[in-house]
């Protein structure tokens, strides 16, 4: 029935972001983030795109090697206005074993 749907809302940006810079296409995610930095979440989505970075380099064991990830989308973000926030942000609520890869 119509009164049992729920509704809800899940970020995606930062993924798309994520696979276009992972991809080396990061014209096309600056393109994108400039359309997308005036969205309320967009500091959020940043912070994500940290997160899912570092994430990826931990579980594969390639930290600052040069498949490792995190490397590409701290080169991305440099060019937005909020990457110091983004990274600072981030690091508060990552475990400190980790602070070195940021």
Not at 17 to 40: D, F, G, R, T
Not at 81 to 97: G, I, N
Request: glycine share 0%; charged share 20%; proline share 3%.
């Amino acid at each position: 029935t119509v009164e049992s749907l729920k509704c809800r809302s899940e970020t995606f940006l930062h993924i798309l972001l994520h696979q276009l810079v992972v991809k080396n296409l990061e014209k096309h995610a600056h393109a994108i983030a400039k359309m997308c930095e005036q969205l309320p979440y967009f500091h959020h989505t940043l912070e994500l795109m940290i997160h899912k970075a570092l994430e990826s380099d931990m579980s594969t064991d390639t930290g600052m090697f040069e498949d490792a990830v995190l490397p590409h989308v701290v080169r991305f973000m440099r060019q937005l206005p909020h990457y110091l926030s983004a990274v600072a942000h981030c690091a508060r609520k990552t475990e400190m074993t980790q602070w070195k890869y940021l």
